[in-house]
């Protein structure tokens, strides 16, 4: 399958940085990328859509000026955490998808681990 | 509003035994569902992917299947060993949410040598 890189896979910052977290489509353009959040035992929750070029569409709950995404290219999506709490801290995981017909598969990147101390 | 369940949230085999895991969607209007798998502190590993017209994928020990009518998939691990212990994520692709993809809570597997 397609590759999806995510970087950093583990962070640690203080308490009122901001911290950003990118996520690259390797081999394919990524017509649509998502951001999911995970806390401990629990399932992923999607927190944003994005479309190459486009404002991101947040889900219901999500501060999205808290919450940061750019994406710029076909091949690249940032999400940045401004202003970072403890309550922050979490498993972040994107995915790509590669067009929008109904059979693309959307591919996840190995997530990264934020903690704010 | 489409709402993922697994059942059962935990589960502990010893080495060898066949197993089925549980997923149920409440709106059966579906693109797809897929089964990951994600080990502690990771991220996901997509196993089978199910479309809509398909009743069930094969990979290797793994077999899924898809009951789009009823709401329900399973996912059968034949022959279990202790690495196949980890998490096991279903997520279905809805008609009513182009793009989004909803995840169950997954069921926790520990296989025990």
């Known amino acids: 399958g397609a590759v999806v890189s995510q970087h950093p896979s583990r962070v640690i910052c203080k308490s009122g940085t901001s911290v950003k977290i990118e996520c690259r489509s390797l081999?394919?353009?990524?017509?649509?990328m998502f951001w999911y959040r995970q806390f401990p035992k629990q399932s992923l929750m999607l927190m944003a859509t994005s479309n190459e070029g486009s404002k991101a569409t947040y889900e219901q709950g999500v501060e999205k000026d808290k919450f940061l995404i750019n994406h710029a290219s076909l091949t690249l999506s940032t999400l940045t955490v401004t202003s970072a709490h403890p309550e922050d801290s979490s498993f972040y995981i994107c995915?790509?998808?590669?067009?929008?017909?109904?059979?693309?598969?959307?591919?996840f990147g190995q997530g990264t681990r934020l903690t704010v101390v | 509003k489409q709402e993922v369940t697994q059942i059962p949230a935990a589960l502990s085999v010893p080495e060898g035994e066949n197993l089925v895991l549980n997923c149920s969607f409440t709106d059966s209007a579906i693109y797809n569902l897929q089964w990951f798998r994600q080990d502690p502190g990771k991220g996901l590993t997509s196993l089978l992917l199910i479309q809509s017209s398909q009743r069930e994928q094969t990979s290797g020990r793994l077999n899924a299947s898809l009951d789009k009518s009823s709401g329900r998939s399973t996912l059968y691990i034949a022959a279990s060993q202790p690495g196949d212990s980890a998490t096991y994520l279903c997520a279905v692709r809805p008609k009513t949410s182009y793009d989004k993809v909803i995840f169950g809570p997954g069921t926790s597997l520990s296989v025990i040598p």
């Open positions: 081999d394919f353009q990524a017509t649509t």
């Open positions: 995915s790509a998808r590669e067009g929008t017909g109904a059979n693309t598969e959307a591919f």
